[in-house]
């Protein structure tokens, strides 16, 4: 048996081939069917708005990016500080930034 570290939540699991462990894999399918059928809603969504619609994180849309199942595109349009703002707000009350330290290098 190959262990290893999931890529997502860092816990050690027995990597059968795969890069995350179950609840992760479990996780990362069904937040990437919330992107896909928001994204056909919405084609011209800002990732702060996927973020703050759907609740899926920056890193798993970053870790879906990274793994080429979407990419990122230029905005099409002037962004709106205003609105901008209220986005942030609002991902930031719900704590999507929050950081944590997963090793301490000395």
Known sequence: MAYTYC????????????????????????EYEKIMEYIKKN???MVIDIIADTGVSLKTIN??????YVSYK????EIDNFELTKKLQK????????LSI????K
């Open 7 to 30: 890529k997502r939540c860092n816990i050690l699991f027995d990597r059968s081939g795969k890069p995350y462990c179950a609840d992760c894999e479990e996780r990362m399918n069904k």
């Open 43 to 45: 084609p011209n969504a």
């Open 63 to 68: 870790i879906l990016v990274e793994e080429g």
């Open 74 to 77: 230029e905005a099409e349009k």
């Open 91 to 98: 991902v930031i009350n719900k704590g999507k930034f929050h």
């Open 102 to 105: 997963n090793e301490i290098v």
